[in-house]
């Protein structure tokens, strides 16, 4: 996606997005700026998962950045066509956060928006070192951005990348330490009353019901969106 993304705004044509079951994937696209697409996927996902991981602080933070992942697995579905695996999996993870939201008026979603900005870093990070410090490898984004620059090779290019995804991680969790000072008492009773759940009436005591028909076509409209 992040790669799908630098191409979009570098003017690039979207063909497909698929992942595959060896820990990697492929965006294939034309156009584009390549010495920006290149390094999409891994400083992309850094920075994706630096804001998770400060969203991962916050509930309602939590709440709005699965809205926005489920803007990205939209996207992704329909650059995925008739890839199997892409759809397995991201209709699988859709059906977590809808069932993490239900849970404890969507407090479960922290630990699980927190567990995927933390996952998209730690991955990144290995990924890097796997692909272009300990091993070359002919066919990397790394390997493809060097011979498109020519300044520096692959392992060095990998250095920076790697500094640069530790950066957004490191950030990722001051920004929350900093931004989210609320206690979890604190947090619950905000939840209940940002995007509760669908229906419930202790979420908004006392409300009227023109109000719970809104929370609950909001919540039917985030569960065909996901």
């Known amino acids: 996606m ?3 993304i630098a191409g979009i705004l570098t003017c690039a044509t979207i063909h497909s997005v698929e992942l595959d079951p060896d820990e990697g994937g492929e965006t294939r696209m034309s156009g584009g700026i390549p010495w920006i697409t290149l390094p999409a ?17 916050d509930t309602n933070a939590s709440k709005i950045a ?3 992942l489920a803007g990205f697995f939209l996207f992704t579905l329909w ?3 008739k890839n199997l695996l892409t759809w ?14 239900f849970v404890a008026e969507g407090v479960a979603l922290r630990y699980l928006i927190l567990f995927i900005g933390v996952m998209s870093d730690l991955y990144v990070l290995w990924d890097v070192i796997d ?5 070359k490898v002919n066919n990397s984004d790394a390997s493809a951005f060097a011979r498109i620059c020519g300044c520096f ?12 995804a530790f950066i957004f991680f490191a950030a990722g969790i001051l920004v929350g330490l900093v931004a989210f ?38 919540g039917l409209l985030w569960n065909l969106l996901v």
């Open 2 to 4: 992040s790669h799908a």
């Open 41 to 57: 996927g891994y400083l992309g996902s850094s920075f994706i998962g630096a804001c998770l991981i400060a969203c991962g602080f």
């Open 66 to 68: 699965c809205l926005i």
């Open 79 to 81: 650059w995925a066509r």
């Open 88 to 101: 397995a999996l991201i209709l699988g993870m859709s059906g977590l956060i809808v069932l993490f939201w």
């Open 131 to 135: 692909d272009t410090i300990t091993r």
């Open 153 to 164: 090779p692959s392992q060095v290019w990998g250095v920076i990348w790697l500094l640069v």
């Open 181 to 218: 000072k609320e206690s979890a008492a604190e947090q619950k009773e905000d939840a209940e009353h940002f995007l509760p759940v669908p229906g419930s009436n202790s979420a908004i005591p006392g409300a009227s019901a023109p109000t719970l028909l809104l929370v609950t076509v909001t």
